[in-house]
C-alpha cells in the first residue's frame, strides 16, 4: 500500500531525519521536540506545540485531558518519544489524539533507534492498525 502522506508530514519527516542524524538517539524527548520545533520555525511552517486537546466524558468537559506535542500547518499531528520501543499504546495513544483532534494525518517518531526510518509509523484517522512503517530509502541531508 502506498503512503498517504500530506507537504506537512513530509516536512516533518525530513526534519525529524535531520534532528536525528545530527543528534543521534539516547537524548530526553524534549530536546528532540525543541530542535523539531527550531527547525519547523526556521522554514517557516506554522506550529503548535503541547496542544491540550479536550475530552468530554459524561457531559463535562476536560479541557486538557490530553497534549499533543506538535500539529503542523492544522494538517498532522506529530508524536514524539524517545524510547526504547513502540508498543500498541503508543499506537493506540496517537489513534485516540487523531480523533480528538479531529486531524487525519498522525506521525508517531521515535528517535531511541539506531536508523531513524525504524522509528517512523504513520497513522490515519479511523484507521485501526498499528500505523504504516515509514519506507524511506537512507537520507543525507
Known sequence: MALVTNPAASAVIQIAFRVHTELGPGLFESVYEDCVAHELHKRGLAFKRQVALPLTYDGR?????????????????????????????????????????????????????????????????????????????????
Open 61 to 141: 468537559v476536560f479541557p486538557r485531558a490530553f497534549v499533543a506535542d506538535l500539529i503542523v500547518g492544522d494538517q498532522v499531528l506529530v508524536e514524539l518519544k524517545a524510547i526504547e520501543r513502540i508498543l500498541p499504546i503508543h499506537c493506540a495513544q496517537i489513534r485516540t489524539y487523531l480523533r480528538i483532534a479531529n486531524i487525519e494525518k498522525g506521525l508517531l517518531i521515535n528517535f531511541n533507534v539506531l536508523r531513524l526510518k525504524h522509528g517512523i509509523r504513520s497513522f490515519l484517522r479511523g484507521d485501526p492498525g498499528r500505523g504504516e512503517r515509514i519506507q524511506v530509502p537512507d537520507i543525507t541531508l
